[in-house]
Nanobody, 116 residues
């Protein structure tokens, strides 16, 4: 099964930017739909953004639309989440996910903290 490793989290001031990376242990562009989820302290995990398995379509939660961009570099087996205009409510652990026929594979998560 595919293994995912996230990186790029950290502490940033409101209005700032971060780019998260998710590197897979195998090629994902023709097999997996890739996405990002997040979980704030005391809350359920929620969808943030996703790319269809062919990479032709991107989807975003309303709360991040216009601020976050998901992309992939197939040569590096890596999916990115560019996060701009960050807000304190974006503070959460961000998880990368790969979806194959309805089965989700998860990374270990990376903490993003946005200070006001």
């Amino acid at each position: 099964q595919v293994q995912l490793v996230e990186s790029g989290g950290g502490l940033v001031q409101a209005g700032g930017s971060l780019r998260l990376s998710c590197t897979a242990s195998e090629r994902t562009d023709s097999t997996y739909a890739m996405g990002w989820f997040r979980q704030a302290s005391g809350k359920e995990r929620e969808f943030v953004a996703a790319l269809s398995w062919g990479g032709g379509s991107a989807y975003y939660a309303d709360s991040v639309k216009g601020r976050f961009t998901i992309s992939r570099d197939n040569a590096k087996n890596t999916v990115y989440l560019q996060m701009n205009s960050l807000k304190p409510e974006d503070t959460a652990v961000y998880y990368c996910a790969a979806n194959y026929r309805g089965v989700y594979y998860w990374g270990q998560g990376t903490q993003v903290t946005v200070s006001s």
